[in-house]
């Protein structure tokens, strides 16, 4: 029978591309206006890649600082996983050019498709294999660059998302002894492409000058149900951590950085204080699989994961797909 053992995460990375898109930079290519944005998203900027980079850039640079964290080299990795909507190319899996760029040579790698819960459902696929002894040394990484696939002639849409990626390191909880691995979930309600997708490209529509034509290789969004489904989920999600553990034992939420007043009207609904949660919205805007580990990076940064408290992630997106990952740090 498989070997069952704690497991932690032993390193963490995030990157940001360095160009800023401001509010302001928005008046000048949609009607819309600062105010609107902020009032009804938090959003006052968020970052777009580089002409020259994919988001297998964006990933490395990342991973090279999570792997730095974990005192592992890329050539130590056995596995890794790629969270991401925004691949470098629908195949090869984007986790190969990682793989390649790092140096990773002994690892093998896939990519995981799960809109803003990527990030949560690869670190659950990667903590479930080092828990049962199969890999003791997996990287995942959660990259987007939704400016590529954003319709700057869209205001419903392009005001909310940008782009960056953040990674992590799992490894035996004895090897690293921080961030032990608690559980988690994976949930989903299908059929609901007319709320949030990228209609074309896949084979349901192919991608075709007729598809490029209608715009159909855009994002495209229904923000009003996204933002009950966003609620319902997120105060669920959370509530049931508080039932299983005890106030006393949360020390902070990082949520899929969806939206400030997503996130507000939740805790809200939950009865929770907002001293709880991590959020870097206003600085990145939504970047999907992206979001959980960057936020989650900056969180340890600022000194927000207490030494023995629950670390919480819920993340929920386009599917509709939620879940979310405990940690004790
Ligand atoms: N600037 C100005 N006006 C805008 C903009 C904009 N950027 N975008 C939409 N509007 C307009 C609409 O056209 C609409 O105008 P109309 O009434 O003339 O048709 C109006 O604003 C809608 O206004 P509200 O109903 O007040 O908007 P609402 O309060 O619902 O806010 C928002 C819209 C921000 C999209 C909200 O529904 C929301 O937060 N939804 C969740 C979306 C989200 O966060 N998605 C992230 C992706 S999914 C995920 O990660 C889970």
Redesign the pocket.
């Known amino acids: 029978m498989a070997e069952v053992r704690p497991v932690g995460i032993a390193g963490l990375g995030r990157y940001v591309p360095d160009r800023i898109l401001t509010n302001q930079d928005?008046e000048k290519i949609?009607?819309?206006?600062d105010e609107?944005?902020v009032q009804?998203?938090g959003i006052r900027e968020r970052r777009i890649a580089a002409d020259d980079q994919v988001t297998s850039s964006l990933a490395v640079l990342a991973a090279q600082q999570a792997l730095e964290h974990a005192g592992i080299t890329a050539e130590e990795l056995q596995l890794i996983i790629c969270a991401t909507v925004t691949g470098d190319q629908p195949f090869p899996a984007t986790a190969c050019r990682i793989g390649c760029d790092l140096g990773a040579k002994n690892a093998g790698g896939f990519d995981v498709s799960a809109?803003?819960v990527g990030f949560v459902h690869a670190s659950q696929v990667a903590t479930n294999l080092v828990a049962s002894g199969a890999y003791d040394r997996v990287l995942v990484c959660g990259a987007e660059i939704l400016s590529r696939i954003l319709d700057y002639e869209d205001?419903?849409t392009?005001?909310?998302?940008g782009d960056g990626s953040g990674a992590a390191v799992f490894t035996p909880h004895d090897d690293c002894q921080q961030g032990e691995y608690l559980g988690g979930s994976m949930s989903m309600e299908g059929g609901a492409e007319g709320i949030?997708s990228q209609p074309a490209g896949g084979s349901r529509h192919p991608a075709s000058a007729d598809s490029v034509a209608q715009r159909l290789h855009f994002m495209k969004?229904g923000?009003?149900r996204?933002?009950r489904?966003?609620v319902r989920v997120f105060a669920k999600l959370v509530r049931d951590v508080i039932d299983q553990y005890g106030i006393d034992q949360l020390g902070c939420i990082i949520p899929?950085q969806?939206?400030q007043?997503?996130i507000e009207t939740a805790m809200e609904q939950i009865g929770l204080s907002m001293d709880y949660v991590f959020c870097n919205i206003h600085r990145y805007g939504?970047t999907?699989a992206a979001s959980v580990p960057i936020a989650l990076r900056e969180a340890y940064e600022a000194g927000r994961l207490e030494k023995g408290k629950l670390v919480v992630m819920p993340a929920?997106?386009?599917g509709m797909s939620w879940g979310h990952t405990i940690f004790r740090w």
Do not use: P, Q
């Open positions: 928005l949609v009607d819309t206006s609107w944005i009804r998203t809109a803003c205001r419903n392009c005001v909310l998302f949030l969004m923000g009003t996204v933002f489904f966003a899929h969806v939206n007043r997503i939504n999907s929920f997106g386009a």
